[in-house]
T-cell receptor, first 115, second 114 residues
Framework: AQSVTQLGSHVSVSEGALVLLRCNYS??????LFWYVQYPNQGLQLLLK??????LVKGINGFEAEFKKSETSFHLTKPSAHMSDAAEYFC?????????????FGRGTSLIVHP | DAGVTQSPTHLIKTRGQQVTLRCSPK?????VSWYQQALGQGPQFIFQ???????QRGNFPDRFSGHQFPNYSSELNVNALLLGDSALYLC?????????????FGAGSRLTVL
């Protein structure tokens, strides 16, 4: 069964600093990987996804993530944080071998950006 | 192009009551999934509807049931409400059931059970 671990329920950075949100997964085969963002009082929206091909994936708003099979990780980064990046971030994993095709979500990481 | 719309946005019920939540998927999408998001947690999968049938179900009791209509809209019903059912209920739509599909989420229905 697939599972997702997001290290750190809260991450605090200064505006302009590097953003690093961690995601590790367990899956029997290379999975499909997603990062979603949730702003207050809104639904989740996709930042980026990895299915096949290039392991460095670029998303919206300057975010990117790298699939590292050997580390079973899919960490989310952004070189320079903006105040508008403050939100809840969720990593999600789908194991294509399981027959379920339903993504499993992590518990989320709240990004706090200080001026 | 309207995204996923959910109603009501907020509601308060008492223990033992029943509730119905509604979802209209994004235009062009034919698959609807429902998630429960407790405070401080990630979304937990309840079930998925495709072609008016429940295709997959998460670890939720039979008190949780649903329906999909010919226009692809969907309802989530919860009977015999418990305090622990208090949560944000999210509807997500997609085109087809592939695990590689991106989900489009609504803003959710926040249920409070007293």
């Amino acid at each position: 069964a697939q599972s997702v671990t997001q290290l750190g329920s809260h991450v605090s950075v200064s505006e302009g600093a590097l953003v690093l949100l961690r995601c590790n997964y367990s899956s029997s085969v290379p999975p499909y990987l997603f990062w979603y963002v949730q702003y207050p009082n809104q639904g989740l929206q996709l930042l980026l996804k990895y299915t096949t091909g290039a392991t460095l994936v670029k998303g919206i708003n300057g975010f990117e993530a790298e699939f590292k099979k050997s580390e079973t990780s899919f960490h989310l980064t952004k070189p320079s944080a903006h105040m508008s990046d403050a939100a809840e971030y969720f990593c999600a994993v789908t194991d294509p071998s399981g027959g379920s095709y339903i993504p499993t979500f992590g518990r989320g990481t709240s990004l706090i950006v200080h001026p | 192009d309207a995204g996923v719309t959910q109603s009501p946005t907020h509601l308060i019920k008492t223990r033992g009551q029943q509730v119905t939540l509604r979802c209209s998927p994004k235009s062009g999408h034919d698959t609807v999934s429902w998630y429960q998001q407790a405070l401080g947690q990630g979304p937990q999968f309840i079930f998925q509807y495709y072609e008016e049938e429940e295709r997959q179900r998460g670890n939720f009791p039979d008190r949780f049931s649903g329906h999909q209509f010919p226009n692809y809209s969907s309802e989530l019903n919860v009977n015999a409400l418990l305090l622990g059912d208090s949560a944000l209920y999210l509807c997500a739509s997609s085109l087809g059931t592939s695990g590689a599909n991106v989900l489009t989420f609504g803003a959710g229905s926040r249920l409070t059970v007293l």
